[in-house]
């Protein structure tokens, strides 16, 4: 299994930015996937996820209402849209897929949920 996360750059506060992730190695389309993000000296933290088999989005707090999650089946991609952005959501950005298992809800919040991890894109908001 392979996960690619693509699209990071720099963007100014207020502005939009999508960021893709794409899979490989998974049997069949609808995917689990989760976002996470590491900023400089802190811990990573869960961004969003979006369920296996379904259109259900979960959401961190910081970023519900200005981050939208989406997927292409025919593509095996799932998005991230960051809208309104704030040089707080500077960080490198994660997406993660629990495999060809599909987790309770409350684990995808969890980054030890999710054995399959691609490279990170970083993102920096800043004018």
């Known amino acids: 299994v392979q996960l690619q996360a693509f699209g990071g750059g720099l963007v100014q506060p207020g502005g939009s930015l999508r960021l893709s992730c794409s899979a490989s190695g998974l049997t069949g389309g609808r995917i689990g996937v989760g976002w996470f993000r590491q900023a400089p000296g802190r811990e990573r933290e869960f961004v969003g996820a979006i369920r296996k088999g379904s259109s259900a989005t979960y959401y961190a707090d910081s970023v519900r209402g200005r981050f939208t999650i989406s997927r292409d089946n025919t593509n095996n991609r799932v998005y991230l849209q960051m809208n309104t952005l704030r040089p707080e959501d500077t960080a490198v950005y994660y997406c993660?897929?629990?495999?060809?298992?599909?987790?309770?809800?409350?684990?995808?919040?969890?980054?030890?949920?999710?054995?399959?991890w691609g490279q990170g894109t970083l993102v920096t908001v800043s004018s």
């Open positions: 993660a897929s629990p495999g060809t298992g599909n987790p309770i809800m409350s684990s995808y919040y969890q980054a030890s949920t999710y054995p399959y």
